[in-house]
């Protein structure tokens, strides 16, 4: 077999030292968009210091991310994410989708602003792409030392 020819075994090493760095250093850095709930943890773990209590989440539902942001991770409806950033705690704040987001912002003049977002997507609904929002109230200033520039 072509494993036991050295010339062969000599080419095969000589292609995997090739593709080796094109895979490590391009393709699997590109896979990180498949995984959103690890990107939604992380960008709202900037905010603990502020706020130590998770983000709500409306529009994505995986369980992965109350694994990575905390079993106390709310999943909610519309009306609770409305109903969260109206919650008068400091550092009250809701993920979602940005559609929605758009829509709520316009509706409520400027009221809530974005502190971050992630892109990406939801390997279990399919190839298209996720847009997801994080906002928190304008007037919340406990957020307001966590916040990084973008």
């Not at 030292?17 to 995984?35: E, K, Q």
């Not at 990107?39 to 998770?54: E, G, I, S, V, Y």
């Not at 992965?64 to 950033?85: N, P």
Request: proline residues 7%; negative net charge; glycine residues 8%.
């Amino acid at each position: 077999g072509a494993f036991l020819d050295p010339v062969a075994d000599k080419l095969m090493v000589a292609a995997a030292l090739v593709l080796m760095p094109a895979l490590t250093r391009v393709t699997l850095p590109g896979l990180d968009s498949l995984f959103l709930s690890p990107r939604m943890a992380a960008l709202d773990a900037r905010f603990d210091a502020c706020a130590p209590f998770p983000a709500v989440v409306h529009g994505y539902a995986e369980m992965s991310l109350a694994f990575y942001a905390g079993s106390d991770t709310r999943f909610v409806g519309a009306e609770g994410a409305w109903q969260a950033l109206s919650d008068p705690r400091p550092g009250a704040r809701a993920f979602l989708p940005a559609e929605m987001g758009e829509a709520l912002a316009a509706r409520n003049g400027g009221a809530i602003h974005v502190l971050g977002r992630v892109e990406g997507i939801n390997y279990n609904e399919g190839p298209e792409t996720r847009d997801f929002w994080l906002f928190a109230r304008r007037s919340d200033h406990a957020l307001a030392p966590c916040r990084v520039a973008e």
